[in-house]
């Protein structure tokens, strides 16, 4: 349960968390942060790197969707991930760091995270399992509806835009939800 307290609470209580805002997770600097502050929210979760052939296009075009769908219905969520070559080598906070800094990002980097293996991150771990696909490389893409389930992926190879318009398409579908709603 990779030191998780309450995910092995959950479980051992016969409560496994059964959406991905149910899970807690460090953020870069080592704390711990509920997912369910995501919770009625869109949310593009990607396993990152610093240093793969698709840092610059993927950090790029996150950035402008994260800067276009605002965080009132939307959140990009960055786990850098350094399974993957030496692709993300340095300390949580330095990566952070480096892609603020480097490309400018506002959004969200947390911990860097195991996304394969007995090591996995609980919460990435519930993304794959709810795909039945686990990332052959840097930069896949898993798109989360408000209620925490994973209603689509996308390698890294495929286009932004195809990721753009799911994302939009969501997030329209929460703003009339909500006026619904009212």
């Excluded at 996304?115 to 696909?133: C, L, N, Q, R, Y």
């Amino acid at each position: 349960f990779n030191n998780d307290y309450r995910s092995f609470t959950l479980f051992i209580s016969g409560l496994a968390p059964q959406d991905f805002y149910s899970f807690e997770v460090k953020d870069a600097k080592g704390r711990s942060v509920s997912l369910e502050r995501y919770r009625g929210k869109a949310s593009l979760v990607v396993n990152v790197a610093s240093h793969s052939e698709h840092t610059e296009k993927n950090y790029r075009s996150l950035q402008e969707l994260h800067r276009e769908l605002g965080t009132s219905h939307f959140n990009v969520l960055a786990f850098p991930c350094g399974q993957f070559g030496d692709t993300e080598m340095g300390a949580s906070r330095d990566i952070e760091a480096y892609a603020k800094n480097t490309y400018g990002v506002t959004f969200t980097i947390f911990n860097k995270i195991k996304i394969m293996g007995s090591e996995a991150e609980p919460a990435f771990k519930f993304i794959t399992d709810s795909v039945k696909k686990v990332p052959k490389w840097n930069f896949w893409k898993f798109l989360v509806n408000p209620e925490g389930q994973v209603v689509r992926f996308w390698k890294a190879e495929e286009p932004a835009e195809s990721v753009r318009k799911e994302a939009i398409t969501m997030v329209r579908q929460i703003i009339l939800k909500k006026r619904t709603e009212l």
